[in-house]
């Protein structure tokens, strides 16, 4: 008795199946069809702690991020093979999501997912899955490290206060890795000096000084940081906006290392209650890993 395949059920004659011939003919034609215009089986995993895409089942997955979440892959072929995989993860910043360690990402950090929407990832393993390659199809040339769209100010505060903070991985710039920090803000208040400051780990990069009188609306600051032949030694070219959208560039030198986690803090630095600095928008962006 005949039987069917798994997956696109093509008929599989049984012996002295007739007419066996006709079988065959229509599977070929299937087959040809496939090898041209191939369809991709999908699965949906469920959404747990740990959500495991299976490939023993496709090498589709499609699910909606609902909870917190550590995404696991399982039954990768043998290392004599390649295989690729693609993720349509919708919401995928709504919660937490973990990558496994065993991705690396060929931009050098991981993307920022969707909140609200639909984001594609594709991963290549060639080592039955203890390493994956992965990168974002919808926005391949993306290197978004982090981003804060609230505006935070310093309130009364008469000290240097933290309005924003972006962490930058380990090993996320190399000798000669460049980021790109780009911060919106305001200063208002016309009592004392006031500061926009940025830094990367202990190290300033940026010290945007407002005299008394000075203030700011709609202020921008650009500033790229380069690692100079080592990583833990770098260049900051910067600018930023001051009163009447006048420009002020400055340039500095730090040496931090860069091969473990360091963060960008944004902060606002006044001396009188009745002045303010706030960040409306920060943005960190790798340029070259």
């Known amino acids: 008795m005949a039987t069917t395949t798994t997956v696109y059920a093509f008929t599989k004659p049984a012996q002295g199946d007739t007419p066996w011939t006709t079988q ?17 089986p999908f699965n949906s995993p469920v959404i747990g702690a740990t959500t495991t895409c299976d490939l023993s089942l496709a090498r589709l997955f499609l699910f909606t991020v609902t909870q917190v ?5 399982t039954n ?6 390649g295989t690729r995989i693609v993720l349509r993860i919708t919401n995928g910043n709504a ?9 690396i990402w060929l931009s050098g950090v991981a993307p920022i997912l969707k909140s609200s929407g639909v984001d594609l990832i594709e991963l290549w393993t060639t080592d039955a899955g203890v390493t994956w390659y992965a990168g974002a199809l919808d926005r391949p040339l993306s290197r978004l490290i982090g981003q804060v769209t609230t505006d935070v100010g310093t309130g009364a505060a008469t000290v240097e206060t933290t309005l924003h903070t972006i962490v930058v991985p380990a090993n996320v710039l190399g000798p000669n890795g460049a980021l790109r ?21 202990a190290g300033q990069l940026l010290a945007g ?17 380069v690692n100079r032949n080592a990583t833990g030694s770098q260049h900051v070219a910067a600018s930023y906006s001051t009163a009447n959208g006048a420009i ?8 931090i290392d860069s091969t473990v986690s360091q963060s960008v803090f944004v902060k606002g630095l006044t001396t ?4 303010e600095v706030t960040a409306n928008v920060t943005l960190v962006e790798l340029l070259r890993s």
């Not at 990768?76 to 093979?81: E, G, S």
């Open 24 to 40: 065959a003919n229509t599977d070929y034609d299937s087959i040809d069809a496939e090898l041209a215009r191939p369809r991709w």
């Open 69 to 73: 979440t550590t995404l696991a892959f």
């Open 76 to 81: 990768a072929p043998a290392a004599t093979f």
């Open 95 to 103: 919660f937490a999501l973990t990558w496994p360690a065993s991705v």
């Open 181 to 201: 920090i780009r911060v919106h803000y305001s200063v208002t208040g016309v009592n004392n000096t006031k500061a926009v400051n940025i830094y990367y780990g």
């Open 209 to 225: 000084t407002f005299t008394a009188g000075q203030q700011a609306t709609n202020g921008i600051v650009d500033a790229v940081m």
């Open 248 to 255: 002020q560039y400055l340039n500095a030198t730090t040496t």
């Open 272 to 275: 009188n209650a009745a002045d």
